[in-house]
């Protein structure tokens, strides 16, 4: 079901969807795309979110939407570009070195969230000594 973009920023962040569509935004699981392809933001846990810092490649406003849902939650800006971030992202959204901004209620939560996204991420836990061979 299509939705506007504000509407979709709000199921995505308040309600925890995981699928939808809006004018220029999509879910897809934990990864809320502009326009198709770019990762705008990435939900690390319920109240925990990657969002990319850059400048998005058009001119739009789901950028400050999306931050206004986000303090709206209580939640806030609490580290730029953690490497465990980096890491998580480069394995489940499957995009390269990229500035994030991490957001949670505090620093502690950001970082215990993201340590226990990194332990059940299938590509980080796995070893080639797991193999039958």
């Known amino acids: 079901m ?3 973009d504000a509407g979709l920023v709000a199921a995505y962040v308040g309600d925890g969807a995981r699928s939808g569509g809006g004018t220029t935004l999509r879910i897809d699981g934990d990864v ?3 326009d198709g392809w770019w990762p705008l933001a990435f939900r690390v846990a ?3 979110f990657g969002v990319r810092a850059d400048d998005p490649p058009v001119a739009t406003t789901v950028v400050a939407e999306l ?3 986000l303090e709206a939650r209580g939640l806030r ?3 730029d570009d953690p490497p465990l971030l980096h890491t998580v992202t480069y394995s489940e959204v499957v995009v ?3 500035a994030w901004s991490l957001w949670a209620r505090d620093p502690g939560a950001g970082d215990a969230a993201l340590e226990a996204r990194a ?3 299938s590509a980080l836990t796995h070893s080639s000594t797991d193999l039958p061979f």
């Open 2 to 4: 299509l939705t506007d």
């Open 32 to 34: 809320l795309e502009l």
């Open 46 to 48: 319920d109240d925990v």
């Open 67 to 69: 931050v206004a849902a």
């Open 77 to 79: 800006r609490v580290a």
């Open 96 to 98: 390269g070195l990229v």
């Open 119 to 121: 332990r059940s991420a």
